[in-house]
């Protein structure tokens, strides 16, 4: 093995083990804190049994897990199917942007605990509710990100277009979207770590089974081990989110 890949292995490692130790360290000094070999012991049935379901709340980690990540995509989809093209439409239209920028910095940072009030006003239900919730919070990052990408095409690339006469949609068709794209996928790896986030606030509100619901209830419950087990989960599914979006957005860069 190569110097690079002995660090790209080791040094991650090296990090996640140093995690573990302050963890088990603080396990020791905080009585209610289970450790991690306490939160192994007590939350196993949920590892070993992954898609077991016993109960509403009471199930497998990966069923758990499903129900948040069906949500997710949801949501996730509904609100980058808004956002891609109003994006563009901004970044192409200097009067627009005047017009809705103000709105968007408004919206923009109203916390999802704010949101989902107004979505389970709206829709009397929580799964319409969670989706609001989740595609108008995780909207914004692919809005700004497809503008600044429009903004970002060079002048020359429009004098072309007048050249050549081409017409409004081929414009946007051979110029527009393959000049952005790098910046909307940037939007939308932003946008789904915002998504994931918000499906846990979601949940935790509403009760619904998923990771959220699930980590509230073993908090009322005083059950430390499975709030434990929820947060390392989460941690997880957004880290591997996170690194597919990446790959995809790498791929395209690359192609």
């Known amino acids: 093995m190569t110097a690079k890949g002995i660090g790209h292995f080791f040094l991650p490692l090296t990090g996640i083990v140093m995690v573990g130790l302050i963890w088990l360290m603080a396990s020791r000094s905080i009585p209610d804190l289970p450790s991690p070999l306490r939160t192994w012991e007590e939350s196993k049935l949920y590892l070993l049994e992954p898609l077991a379901k016993r109960g509403e709340m009471d199930q497998g980690i990966v069923l758990l897990a499903s129900y948040s990540l069906l949500r997710v995509s949801k949501g996730f989809l509904l609100g980058i199917g808004l956002a891609t093209p109003l994006g563009l439409l901004l970044g192409m239209s200097p009067t627009l942007h005047r017009m809705f920028d103000p709105v968007i910095q408004i919206l923009r940072p109203i916390s999802p605990l704010a949101w989902l009030p107004l979505g389970l006003v709206v829709f009397q239900k929580s799964e319409p509710a969670a989706m609001f919730a989740i595609a108008i919070c995780s909207m914004w990052p692919t809005v700004i990100n497809g503008a600044a990408g429009v903004r970002a095409i060079p002048q020359d690339y429009w004098n072309v277009a007048k050249v050549l006469r081409l017409s409004?949609?081929?414009?946007?068709?051979?110029?527009?979207?393959?000049?952005?794209?790098?910046?909307?996928?940037?939007?939308?790896?932003?946008?789904?770590?915002?998504?994931?986030?918000?499906?846990?606030?979601?949940?935790?509100?509403?009760?619904?089974?998923?990771?959220?619901?699930?980590?509230?209830?073993?908090?009322?419950?005083?059950?430390?081990?499975?709030?434990?087990?929820?947060?390392?989960?989460?941690?997880?599914?957004?880290?591997?989110?996170?690194?597919?979006?990446?790959?995809?957005?790498?791929?395209?860069?690359?192609?």
């Open 168 to 255: 409004r949609f081929t414009t946007f068709t051979k110029i527009v979207i393959p000049a952005t794209l790098p910046y909307i996928f940037t939007g939308y790896r932003l946008s789904l770590g915002i998504a994931w986030l918000v499906i846990v606030a979601s949940e935790m509100l509403t009760g619904t089974p998923g990771i959220g619901g699930f980590l509230w209830q073993e908090y009322n419950s005083l059950v430390y081990a499975h709030i434990l087990l929820a947060i390392v989960t989460i941690g997880l599914i957004g880290f591997a989110l996170d690194r597919l979006m990446g790959m995809a957005e790498t791929k395209l860069r690359t192609a």
